[in-house]
């Protein structure tokens, strides 16, 4: 049942994803346009706001790897369990609603592994170290170590999430997957525990820490362009690629 739960939640989290960034990444194109085309004819270029400059989560360029083969991977090799994704949402949307942040082709594959590390590491009985979230995403653990703390910062350390937040994301996406053809609608929640917490135990997963830091070293993630990143972005300025 987790396994299924999992997947499905995972597939609706890249369709909902895929469409913001897909928005923004038009919106963006857009704006870039009217501003050469204000240059062209002599007129002063201002800037949007900090939400359109270039963050610690930004690439060079957009990582080949889809949004939804990406969820695929880590749901695979993470052992993390199913509310983990719901929750790496949950997240995201902070970040959004805090910090007026626009998530684009560019920046949201670091902001998916990050927040997925994060709610791991919050609810998950059993976790794994920085370095291994790292492989797993295509990213060095300097710089894992770098977005885990740049993403506290934008959201303000609020991890804790109450069931009935927790239970409108669930009912959300279950609602996103339903207008969408093709897509399998994640199972209901399950009943709610005598204290009222919809959320339950982690998927567990037969293979030990061993075997899956084994796992991730042979999945290990090509990085390249060492040198081009931003001057913003942490001083390992490695652009992720990661082959599937």
């Known amino acids: 049942m987790d396994q299924e739960r999992g997947k499905a939640i995972t597939r ?20 870039n346009n ?28 957009a990582p080949s790897i889809s949004i939804q083969d990406y969820l695929d991977r880590i749901f695979k090799y993470a052992s993390c369990s199913c509310e983990c994704f719901v929750l790496a949402l949950i997240y995201i949307d902070r970040v959004i609603q805090r910090q007026n942040f626009v998530i684009n082709s560019l920046n949201v594959h670091r902001i998916i592994i990050t ?41 303000n350390f609020s991890l804790h999430v ?6 409108r994301y669930y009912n959300e996406l279950c609602n996103h997957a339903r207008t969408m053809a093709d897509m399998v609608v994640p199972p209901p929640l399950p009943s709610p525990t005598p204290h009222g917490n919809v959320l339950h135990a982690p998927m567990t997963n037969n293979n030990n820490k061993e075997e899956q830091e084994q796992m ?29």
């Open 115 to 155: 927040s997925v590390m994060l709610s791991a590491k919050f609810f998950d009985d059993h976790y794994f170290k920085n370095a291994f979230y790292a492989k797993v995403g295509g990213v060095p653990c300097a710089e894992m170590n770098s977005l885990e703390v740049e993403f506290l910062f934008l959201i």
């Open 162 to 167: 109450s069931p009935d937040n927790y239970s």
């Open 34 to 61: 009217n501003n050469n085309n204000n240059n062209n004819n002599g007129q002063s270029q201002q800037r949007g706001g900090d939400n359109g400059g270039v963050t610690k989560f930004h690439a060079l360029r």
């Open 216 to 244: 991730a070293d042979a999945i290990q993630a090509t990085i390249v362009d060492n040198n081009n990143r931003n001057s913003n972005n942490t001083t390992d300025d490695n652009t992720m690629d990661v082959d599937t």
């Open 12 to 31: 609706v989290l890249a369709a909902v994803l895929g469409k913001l960034v897909a928005t923004n990444d038009s919106q963006q194109n857009g704006n």
